[in-house]
């Protein structure tokens, strides 16, 4: 709990000194004529794309998750919807759990390979913001700091990439724990081969090309939207900015959102925006109208989708988030303390966590 409530201060004071930097030296009545200027036919429009991109992100965690269990999207849209939501009104991104979490409540699916998915289809888009990244850097004349923390960035990425892609082959996995097995004691390699095989277990959709592409190919599709939102804002607002900075703008918010946070990304989101547009030579002023109302708009939509279907679907949402991180650190904590003999009940254990939950 210490850990938690130190996460959500450090990421209060990140969002506080975010949104002071892009405020400072703006002329609010400027701002809100900058608002002002973007039409409603074009924010009908805006609105629909980010609807629109909530349902690609949840067929595609369907094609995650088909290895384990082949689910309708009666059940993973309203838990996409739900889930999403919570990650954008906590802070400290410990909404990320919730998806999982009402998903392992609402099917026979276990939380570490719903976990395993999710953590799945976050390396994926990151995979995608570093090409988009490549792609708008050398445009963009930034510092030798900026651009060398990008290629340690690249690196760790495609070292995680690399872990996964050996981790989902099951060959590789046994001859790995049979070297751990030799090195570390025998609580510890049997607690790293159950938890292991029960995250790998999520994230089997690697081992299939022809699913992987699938799930590549819709991945496309979603940053398209993305970036076609952001097109469509730039033209309400009267802004002649192409894809190069459409690109830019997307990059930054992402790497913005990615920092802790206080609910609702505000700051965060907001001063990445304006340095992005800043890049192309929009002003302050009018940069952030644009950032107050796109994130405006999402965090509106992602509202709206939520608590529509936690009032419509039959979803067992009714938990506290502490009552689903508990669940999941409760589980890991007891295993971690587990000796061999013990570590064969872990699943039970994180059974009856999960009913006490509920």
């Known amino acids: 709990m210490t850990k938690n409530l130190l996460k959500i201060i450090i990421s ?20 809100m004529a900058g608002i002002k200027q973007a ?6 429009v805006v609105v629909i794309l980010l609807a ?15 290895p384990l269990e082949r689910f309708s999207q009666r059940l993973l849209l ?8 919570f990650v954008w009104i906590l802070p400290a991104r410990l909404g990320e759990v919730a998806r999982p979490y009402l998903l392992s409540q609402n099917s026979k699916v276990d939380l570490s390979p719903a976990m395993g998915s999710v953590v799945l289809e976050r390396l994926i888009d990151s995979i995608f913001l570093v ?19 990008f290629k340690g960035f690249v690196f760790i990425l495609l070292a995680a990439v690399l872990l996964v892609l050996l981790g989902s082959l099951p060959g590789f996995r046994e001859r790995f724990f049979q070297v751990a097995s030799r090195i570390l004691p025998a609580s510890l390699s049997d ?33 398209a939207v993305a970036l076609a939102t952001l097109w469509v804002l730039f033209r309400s607002m009267d802004l002649q900015l192409g894809l190069l ?36 030579g929009v002003g302050k002023d009018i940069a952030l109208a644009y950032a107050i ?30 009552s689903a991180v508990s669940s999941w650190q409760s589980a890991a904590n007891s295993e971690r303390d587990l000796t061999a003999e013990d570590a064969e009940s872990a699943e039970e254990i994180l059974g009856r966590t999960k009913k006490n939950t509920k």
Request: glycine share 6%; net charge positive.
């Open 245 to 280: 900075a459409g690109i830019t703008v997307l990059v930054l918010t992402c790497i913005g959102i990615a920092l802790p946070a206080a609910p609702g990304f505000i700051g965060n989101y907001h001063y990445a925006c304006v340095v992005a547009l800043g890049l192309f």
């Open 293 to 322: 109302l796109l994130h405006f708009l999402t965090l509106v939509v992602l509202i709206i989708m939520g608590v529509f279907f936690i009032n419509v679907s039959k979803l067992k949402v009714g938990f506290s988030l502490k």
């Open 78 to 85: 309203p838990v996409t919807c739900i889930g999403f939501l």
């Open 191 to 223: 607690f790293l081969t159950r938890i292991a095989e029960t995250f790998y277990s999520g994230m089997q959709a690697v081992t299939s090309l022809k699913r992987l592409l699938a799930i590549l190919a819709l991945t496309s599709v979603i940053w």
């Open 39 to 44: 039409d409603v036919i074009s924010v009908v």
């Open 52 to 66: 629109a991109a909530q349902v690609l992100r949840s067929v595609r965690w369907g094609l995650l998750l088909a």
């Open 12 to 31: 209060v004071a990140v969002s506080l000194v975010a949104g002071y930097l892009a405020l400072r030296n703006v002329q609010l009545d400027q701002v």
């Open 131 to 149: 090409v988009l990244l490549a792609i708008c850097l050398p445009a963009l004349r930034l510092p030798s700091l900026i651009l060398s923390s």
